[in-house]
């Protein structure tokens, strides 16, 4: 199992020595698990253990001070699952903080990366820029890992079918409802967890019950209504429909996470679920009145009935 480190202060003297790779990994898409691949094939040959070091919050939510215009695709309990999937064997939260943002390159190769996790080698990107305000470079982290005693490994970008796969493209054919493109870039369809919380029962009065949970993100890469397998109430995925936004016609202000499930009807409160979506409908709206918005959702309803008996009979 993934071992999950929250904080540099909870790195003990068993999690020094490993082979590091840093980065957001938001998303974790197939250029990421390709990485972790030879992260952990590295560790192998080394004898020693994988280990991701990834930012809370990320660095461009840090330095924009509430005033995000990046949707994020993975908070980081989504991105912790993603990573364990991919078998590495330790997971570092760095918060990422005023003081570790003051970090200069010298100080964080010495100071965390040396003292602190006393790694044997690290994996990084040609890319890669490290300490406040991505001032160290590779010819940096070089020399400082000659002086402090581990090795630099540089990976060349991964491609997958030609091209190279990265958070920014997979955001936006995730923004542009290309689900086809998604799939290739995750490997599976793009989901969010979370925890059913209790409404204000509108749907229910409506005819159609909804499972509310809360996005705890200020922006999302999915917006609209969508067709949606639902994991984590049953032995298999239930099917059902979800709108994903602020509920315009109800004067919504916080952005929510509404499912449907479609023929089930149990108390699921306070239970812990994984959203998966198959397929964008459509937009959300503002709709003139509630009738209007009712008749929309029994539309909703029938579309997404219709992508899974389309989807039974492709299987």
């Known amino acids: 199992m993934t071992k999950l480190i929250r904080g540099l202060h909870n790195v003990r003297p068993s999690d020094q020595g490993s082979v590091l790779t840093i980065g957001n990994f938001d998303g974790v898409h197939v250029g990421h698990q390709a990485l972790l691949d030879l992260v952990n094939q590295r560790a192998q040959e080394m004898q020693t253990q994988s280990m991701v070091m990834i930012f809370e919050p990320q660095p461009i939510e840090f330095y924009g001070k509430g005033k995000v215009m990046v949707p994020r695709l993975t908070k980081m309990r989504e991105k912790y699952t993603a990573l364990a999937r991919c078998q590495v064997d330790k997971v570092l939260v760095a918060y990422f903080n005023p003081s570790f943002a003051a970090l200069?390159?010298?100080?964080?190769?010495?100071k965390i990366l040396g003292e602190k996790l006393g790694i044997k080698h690290i994996m990084v990107g040609e890319d890669f820029r490290f300490g406040h305000k991505r001032s160290g470079d590779i010819p940096q982290l070089e020399a400082l890992a000659k002086e402090i005693g581990f090795s630099v490994e540089i990976i060349q970008p991964?491609?997958?079918g030609g091209e190279r796969v990265s958070s920014t493209r997979l955001r936006q054919a995730l923004i542009k409802g290309e689900h086809e493109l998604v799939n290739k870039y995750l490997g599976y369809p793009y989901s969010m967890l979370g925890r059913?919380?209790?409404g204000d029962q509108r749907g229910r009065q409506w005819g159609f019950p909804t499972a509310n949970i809360f996005l705890h993100?200020?922006?999302?890469?999915?917006?609209?209504?969508?067709?949606v397998r639902v994991h984590g109430l049953a032995s298999q995925a239930l099917p059902g429909v979800a709108n994903v936004g602020v509920r315009p016609t109800v004067d919504g202000t916080k952005a929510l996470l509404e499912v449907h499930l479609l023929d089930f009807e149990q108390n699921i409160y306070g239970k812990h679920v994984k959203v998966e979506f198959c397929e964008k409908l459509r937009d959300e709206q503002r709709f003139e009145t509630v009738e209007l918005l009712k008749q929309q959702i029994a539309k909703d309803v029938i579309k997404a009935r219709e992508y899974f008996e389309k989807a039974a009979e492709r299987s």
């Open 158 to 160: 991964i491609l997958t």
């Open 104 to 110: 200069s390159p010298e100080d964080f190769a010495h």
């Open 217 to 227: 993100r200020e922006l999302t890469p999915v917006q609209g209504v969508y067709a």
């Open 196 to 198: 059913v919380a209790k």
